[in-house]
């Protein structure tokens, strides 16, 4: 009979324990819902990518000197380089180019090492299509200009983590000229100027005295 109480006891015991535990997770729970969710509503909202974001590739037919240097860095030798020699000229000639970004990883090496610049990263991201084909892209379309999140008058465009004020990590209702945490490169710029002038300065100083 002992064993039987003292079983119901333990039971009792750890029922009011769990309920406890329980009554806790909820108070978090509900606390949560108080608060205003930090969710960016796509396609309204868009977070603005960031500056060395890896996005849709873009191509300036006329800087191209077709080198093929894209088709060598490239993991998978992916951009299709269509010259002829011009004898004329003695000089290659760009017929056609072309990158499928269905296959493409977005690495950016063929940006990274393209003697000529022609090649650069966009913020663009969307690029899905029905048909595997439309990805392949020609120089016509790789040479569009990049669709931009925020001259797009149906989106509203929100900072992304880094680019929030200190101490913001929500990209809701941030107030007017509100500032990036850290220092903008042309800040650093200025301070390594201001540096090199002391340092100037007190050379000339020194060797006056
Ligand atoms: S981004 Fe990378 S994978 Fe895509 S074409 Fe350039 S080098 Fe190739
Ligand atoms: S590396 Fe640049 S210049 Fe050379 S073929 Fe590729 S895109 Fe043209």
């Given amino acids: 009979m002992l064993k039987f109480l003292k079983q119901v006891g333990d039971y009792a015991k750890d029922s009011f324990q769990a309920a406890k535990f329980i009554g806790q997770g909820l108070a978090v729970t509900f606390d949560h819902m108080g608060r205003r969710p930090v969710t960016v509503q796509y396609p309204y909202e868009k977070l603005i990518p960031s500056e060395r974001y890896r996005g849709r590739i873009h191509f300036e037919f006329d800087k191209c000197i077709s080198c093929e240097v894209c088709v060598r860095v490239c993991p998978i030798n992916l951009p299709v380089v269509d010259w002829e020699f011009n004898k004329e000229q003695k000089k290659k000639k760009l017929n056609h180019y072309s990158i499928d970004f269905g296959v493409c990883i977005f690495c950016g090496n063929c940006v990274e090492y393209c003697p000529t610049?022609?090649?650069?990263?966009?913020?663009?991201?969307?690029?899905?299509?029905?048909?595997?084909?439309?990805?392949?892209?020609?120089?016509?379309?790789?040479?569009?200009?990049?669709?931009?999140?925020?001259?797009?008058?149906?989106?509203?465009?929100?900072?992304?983590?880094?680019?929030?004020p200190k101490g913001v990590t929500d990209p809701h209702d941030l107030p007017k000229g509100s500032q990036r945490a850290g220092r903008h490169p042309e800040d650093i710029l200025e301070e390594l100027e201001q540096e090199k002038a002391q340092r100037e300065k007190a050379s000339a100083d020194s060797e006056k005295n």
């Fill in 117 to 164: 610049n022609c090649l650069s990263m966009t913020e663009e991201y969307e690029l899905s299509a029905y048909d595997r084909h439309e990805l392949n892209y020609d120089s016509v379309a790789l040479g569009r200009l990049p669709e931009k999140v925020t001259l797009d008058p149906m989106v509203q465009p929100m900072r992304e983590l880094a680019y929030l």
